[in-house]
């Protein structure tokens, strides 16, 4: 009962765990004092398993035939089974690709008996087999540690979760998180970064239609405002469907979560310096060095850094950055061991352009993107409006092995970001001709704190093995942001003018109205200068947008992964998460109003069934997400947290010695207790408008033959408003991106003779057509489909990297946005070197 007690004396803010979940944790407590009590009734089997030349096999797999029980050589070629019932056992060393070789055995209780094993593989061989299972098929993912907050095999996983390698970015040229992604099927970008600080973290994407940002590094929340840099980065993992369990409603969104694995520190002298330099002033240098600080190797030291300038395809447009991403980790003893590491950005640039509605579909003539009669080479800025931008992270990870099944990770996180200067916006307005500049300054910053404890594990009641993970979360956000703001007064063109007695606009940020195309007098007007001049001169808001609050979230979860048998795999989930929103902070009068708590409960349930084992796998999911609110209907009812609830169904496979790896799934998102007008009740909301996504995914790794890869994805959405406000129901969301997406990478290299490492990479990605609006007042107004290639060369060898990209190959014109219109890059060229030490 200890474990309970731990939980319901916490230092996080008191609230009520309904009966369900204590008997929940009383299960637990029972699981562990059973485990406890099994100890007196088994025995233990030890040994070594070595090659034929007296080598440690590591990597070796050692299992009682029959049985859930086995476990992985380490690297000096041993490996223990502990609580073993007594009685005969068949015991199992295998590998796949190598002769299986077993041994019959007798187990005596409170007895450790040692079986060894030769292989017939010299160590030699045994490498030779590693390296072929390896590099296979060496995109693809086939295990996570964070998906599950468990080492976790993707066929044991009932989740579905996409992965994008150091090795296929690498591969690509690829330097930011925004480009890696165009390689998971379903996520599209909606917004590029603002640099924004209490606004989003990083770009804005879609997943299952539903907005998402990246807000975890290695399972813990770490944001980060600015276009994410991959300089640091393992792989990238996107989780798909809602995810609040394991990670909360804070960090994730319905349609999933973007996870960042960062490099670590490695116990070898080594690294990397690259340049790339390409079209449009792109100039990026970067660096991976790695050392051991003391001769015992347990000191380690890793730096990833990069310095990035760039200019846009448009008259004006910039953005330059520099980051740092320092690594420390100290391996204490057997047992305990420390990893510290942070991330420093520093950016500037200008705001790439975004377009709002500032009138109807219909009064602006035209509902596509492509027929706007905007400029695609013009920024309608000026370089001197520099928005800056500054995020410190800092996290440290403490590992503890408390037994040879338990593990204990705490882990501290420390996030802030800090923003100032303008920002341009714009309004397209009727008739296609015209458009409104706006601006506006925000200043200030937000920072996050997170400290979670886990506890990882595995135990058997009988023939089922466990393996859990237990924790407690406590996140809190806090941000600090005032923006700037001018009332503006300007005089309409006279094609705008619908009453002759308002021949004016005046409106918040407003700085000119100036023609779309042509020839514009006043194009070179919007500038430093002038907007410091609007502000000096025009009258300030008299309601500036303010966003200063503070909220706390205290969460305890439980997740266990059973092996019910050797092929039947379930997953049993359960969140409390109590929320504290200490209200919206008035600078004017001091006060503090609309603060609110609340209590969610977030279940989640999996089922695997491997048809082979260890290549084909059935899968069905329920996971939950959840969204706090705030308020009351119109009898007085409290409203309670939004509910997201998905059902999934599909199959895994990794066959043919892993050279075919895959999934495909349907899935049925369900999202209820939605807050909308009240239409019986003016000036009141009533919560109960439900919305609904629903659609298929496929994503494919392949290595047909030696040398040739193949990633291929596509994904299909239906989402609409179901029960809403009569412009917006039955109507697609303007945030769930295009129906239709598929992404496609073909890549060959040689992998013997003198020219070994040369290769080339081809592939490209399509997007269906996108509502940026859907109303029925406002109208529809769309992004068309569109289809990029992209392209790589390359020459890579022991020492050194030679790379030539081309992105946008048919230099296409496209669009993205969220209920905006945002214009895209143009074909780009670039090169890279890079030196190996």
């Not at 047909?704 to 408003?721: L, M, Q, T, V, W």
Request: proline share 4%; hydrophobic share 35%.
């Amino acid at each position: 009962m200890n474990l309970i007690r731990t939980l319901l004396n916490s230092p996080f803010p008191r609230f009520k765990i309904p009966g369900k979940t204590i008997c929940m944790l009383i299960f637990l407590s029972m699981s562990f004092s059973s485990l406890f009590a099994q100890k007196a009734q088994t025995g233990s089997i030890k040994g070594t398993v070595t090659t034929s030349d007296g080598k440690p096999a590591e990597s070796v797999n050692v299992s009682l035939q029959g049985t859930t029980k086995g476990v992985t050589v380490n690297k000096n070629g041993q490996y223990i089974l502990n609580n073993v019932a007594s009685g005969p056992y068949t015991i199992v060393a295998s590998f796949i690709g190598l002769s299986t070789q077993k041994k019959q055995i007798e187990v005596k209780a409170g007895e450790t008996i040692q079986v060894d094993f030769t292989l017939v593989e010299n160590n030699q061989q045994l490498r030779e087999v590693e390296v072929r299972i390896r590099k296979a098929n060496k995109f693809a993912a086939l295990k996570s540690n964070d998906a599950l907050k468990m080492p976790l095999n993707n066929l044991e996983n009932p989740q579905v979760y996409s992965s994008v390698s150091n090795a296929l970015m690498t591969e690509q040229v690829t330097f930011t998180l925004d480009d890696a992604l165009k390689n998971v099927p379903g996520a599209s970008r909606l917004w590029a970064a603002t640099d924004r600080a209490g606004f989003g973290n990083g770009s804005s994407f879609v997943l299952r239609g539903f907005q998402l940002n990246n807000f975890l590094r290695n399972g813990i929340p770490a944001n980060v405002s600015t276009t994410i840099d991959n300089a640091n980065i393992e792989s990238i993992e996107v989780l798909k469907g809602p995810s609040a369990t394991l990670f909360g409603s804070a960090v994730t969104s319905y349609g999933g979560l973007i996870n960042r694995v960062t490099k670590k520190p490695y116990d070898k002298a080594g690294g990397e310096i690259a340049y790339t330099g390409g079209s449009y002033g792109f100039n990026r240098l970067s660096a991976d060095i790695n050392t051991p600080l003391d001769s015992a190797k347990k000191l380690l030291f890793r730096i990833n850094t990069s310095l990035n300038t760039e200019n846009t395809w448009q008259d004006q447009g910039f953005h330059k950055s520099i980051f740092v991403a320092p690594s420390l980790s100290y391996q204490v003893n057997d047992r305990l061991s420390f990893l510290f590491d942070a991330e420093i950005y520093r950016s500037e640039g200008t705001t790439p352009p975004t377009f709002f509605f500032g009138t109807t579909v219909a009064q602006l003539g035209v509902s596509s993107a492509d027929k706007l009669n905007l400029d695609y080479n013009r920024s309608y800025i000026s370089n001197d409006l520099v928005h800056y931008s500054t995020n410190l992270n800092f996290s440290g990870q403490m590992n503890y092995k408390m037994s040879d099944n338990w593990t204990s990770r705490t882990n501290i996180t420390v996030a802030n970001a800090n923003a100032n200067g303008p920002m341009p916006y714009f309004y397209l307005l009727p008739g296609n001709n015209y458009i409104a500049r706006n601006v506006w300054t925000p200043e200030g910053n937000d920072m996050a704190l997170d400290i979670q404890q886990n506890f990882v594990g595995k135990f058997s009641i009988g023939p089922i093995k466990n393996r859990l993970v237990a924790g407690v979360d406590f996140y809190s956000y806090n941000t600090n942001v005032r923006y700037k703001q001018f009332v503006g007064t300007v005089t309409l063109p006279a094609a705008l003018v619908t009453d002759p007695n308002q021949k004016t606009q005046t409106a918040a940020d407003l700085f000119d109205i100036i023609k779309s195309n042509g020839t514009i007098p006043q194009y070179l007007n919007f500038n430093k200068g002038t907007v410091d001049s609007a502000y000096a001169n025009s009258p300030a808001s008299s309601s500036p947008y303010l966003n200063i609050y503070k909220t706390y979230t205290s969460s305890a979860y439980l997740s266990d992964v059973i092996n019910i048998t050797d092929n039947l795999i379930a997953n049993v989930a359960l969140r409390v998460d109590h929320f504290v929103n200490n209200g919206s902070y008035s600078p004017t009068d001091g006060t503090t109003s609309g603060g609110y708590n609340q209590t969610a409960f977030s279940p989640k349930f999996g089922l695997v069934y491997q048809l082979v084992k260890d290549e084909v796998s059935l899968f069905g999911n329920y996971q939950n997400g959840f969204t706090n609110q705030n308020g009351a209907d119109f009898s007085g009812r409290n409203f309670k947290p939004e509910q997201a609830n998905q059902l999934e169904g599909g199959i895994k496979v990794n066959v043919f010695d892993g050279k075919l790896t895959g999934t495909v799934s349907y899935y049925d998102i369900k999202v209820k207790d939605i807050i909308r007008s009240d239409v019986d009740h003016p000036n009141f909301s009533i919560q109960n408008g439900t919305q609904l996504s629903k659609g298929f995914e496929a994503e494919v790794f392949a290595n047909p033959f030696a040398g040739f890869n193949i990633i291929a994805g596509y994904a299909h959405n239906e989402g609409k408003y179901t029960n809403a406000s009569a412009d917006v129901n039955g109507r697609r969301p303007g945030s769930s991106g295009p129906k239709d997406m598929a992404n496609l990478w073909l890549s060959y290299r040689l992998t013997r003779g003198d020219a070994r490492g040369l290769g080339a990479g081809f592939g490209g990605n399509y997007s269906g057509i996108n509502y940026l609006q859907s109303n029925a007042v406002s109208g529809d107004f769309t992004a068309p489909d569109y289809t990029l290639f992209n392209g790589t060369i390359f020459y890579d060898k022991p020492g050194y990297r030679l790379a030539l990209k081309v992105d946008n190959i048919g230099n296409k014109k496209y669009w993205i946005g969220w209920t905006t219109v945002n214009p895209q890059q143009l074909r780009t060229i670039s090169g890279s070197i890079a030196f190996k030490f």
